[in-house]
């Protein structure tokens, strides 16, 4: 795989930027901007997804899902979005790994790394006002070593 820029992940201002170095732009092996690009764009929501408002229909994602015809069902992004607004609860965390997995297939479908693992957790601070969820995620590239990546969301007041 080809060098790609690096991404980096802010994880309080919920945002990417890339990297600059003394005026140059960085570059990576491209398995880690290629993570962030997969969970951290909007994936259009499916049709039956509870949207976070609703009393709007923003279903968001990129518009080139609804025209690609490469692949079936190929789709960029993931739906991490839909949980923003979540309480931290069993069930959040059940989502918020399906939706890790589900926007990191592509990687093995198209023979990128050999395989993947999810794991989320939350903060056990049940006291907190600002509750957070992390995703760990373990990369095994073609070539056997592993890549081990972690990210936290957060939510504020949303605590069960």
Known sequence: MADDLMLT???????GDLVIDKGDLQHDGGLESAVRISLFTDRRANDDDELIDPNRDDK???W??????EVEGDKIGSRL?????SKTIEQTLVLAKEYTEEALTWMIEDRVVSGIE??????DQS????????ILIKIIKTNKETLDLRYELQWNEQIS
């Not at 979005?81 to 607004?85: A, G, I, Q, T």
């Not at 006291?127 to 957070?132: F, H, L, P, Y």
């Open 9 to 15: 992940w802010d994880t309080d201002l919920m945002q």
């Open 60 to 62: 968001r994602g990129w």
């Open 64 to 69: 080139g899902d609804l025209v690609s015809p």
């Open 81 to 85: 979005w839909l949980l923003s607004r």
């Open 118 to 123: 999810v794991e989320v957790e939350k903060n």
């Open 127 to 134: 006291n907190s006002r600002d509750a957070w969820l992390a």
